[in-house]
């Protein structure tokens, strides 16, 4: 299983895109920091998942929803 997630920092309300095996892990690598780019957002919730047999559509996804339209669909249909 591949999930695509979208974080929310409890900080500055921003979003954070990524991709993982294992959510539960994932979320507490961000809120302690060990994540370069999100450290100074922490902490962090799970605003969106969703699951993916298929490692490529996922990658696909996630890049999708880090692009300009990703966006946009994001913030109409996904949150």
Not at 46 to 62: M, P, Q, T
Not at 69 to 77: D, L, T, V
Request: one cysteine or more; proline letters at 1%.
């Amino acid at each position: 299983m591949y999930i695509v997630y979208i974080l929310q920092s409890l900080k500055d309300q921003s979003y954070y895109t990524g991709i993982t095996t294992n959510l539960k892990l994932r979320l507490k690598d961000h809120n302690l920091g060990t994540s370069k780019y999100s450290s100074c957002k922490k902490p962090f919730k799970i605003s969106w998942y969703c699951i993916f047999n298929d490692k490529i559509k996922a990658i696909h996804f996630e890049k999708y929803l880090k692009s300009g339209s990703g966006i946009a669909f994001r913030n109409k249909r996904l949150i």
